[in-house]
Every structure is written in structure tokens, then in C-alpha cells.
């Protein structure tokens, strides 16, 4: 895919939970099309943390540091 479509900054997702992959791409229709974006992005970030908290409690919260700056960065993307 690289190779045809090139490879300058590209987006890849390698694999996901929950449906995360459909629910980026509502995101990305969202933003494409000018739409409120920031709640879909919102609720990602969410289940993500719902699904920390149900396998790690309130222990890990430098997996929770990481995560919150991956959606950060994912935000600053889309706001530029």
C-alpha cells in the first residue's frame, strides 16, 4: 500500500479494540466534512479508559498518561 499510495505522513491503524478502527473513521468523515469532531474523539479516548479501568483499576496511570497523549496528539492533527 505504501509503495502504490506513497509515503508521506501516512495514517495506519495495525489493530484496534472495540470497534475502534469504524469509530476513527467516523472521526475522519466528521472532519472531512467539517462536523463536530471533538466529542467522537471524546468518546474513543472513553472506552479506552473504561476498558483500563476494568483490567487495571486505578494502578496504571502511566498507561493512562500515554493514552491521553496519543489522543492529544490525535487532536492536534485534526485541528491544524
Known sequence: ILMNY???NPVIVISAIGKTTNALE????AWWEKKEYHSLIKKIKDDHFKIIN????DNEQTLRDEITNYFLSLELFFDK
Open 6 to 8: 506513497g509515503k508521506n
Open 26 to 29: 467516523t472521526v475522519l468523515q
Open 54 to 57: 476494568d483490567l487495571f483499576g
